[in-house]
């Protein structure tokens, strides 16, 4: 994910507008048991707020990826 997908253009395009944070599972699965991660890679997307605008957990490409953020950011 991290040499593949995040490296994409169109990953990298969709990502200048948000901040991106990650969690360790295994070095906080604490975090991830509050967060009720239940598989790796997971991401969410969540607004100013807080609120969760689109989750998925499991390996997306860079073309499913950019798509997703598309749709869950203006």
Do not use: I, N
Not at 14 to 25: M, Q, S, Y
């Amino acid at each position: 994910l991290e040499r593949t997908t995040l490296t994409d253009s169109r990953v990298q395009q969709a990502l200048t507008t948000l901040e991106v944070l990650r969690l360790d599972v295994g070095v906080d699965p604490d975090a991830a048991l509050d967060l009720q991660v239940h598989a790796v890679p997971a991401l969410w997307v969540l607004d100013g707020d807080g609120r969760v605008l689109a989750r998925h957990e499991g390996y997306l490409d860079a073309a499913e990826l950019a798509d997703l953020l598309a749709k869950a950011t203006p």
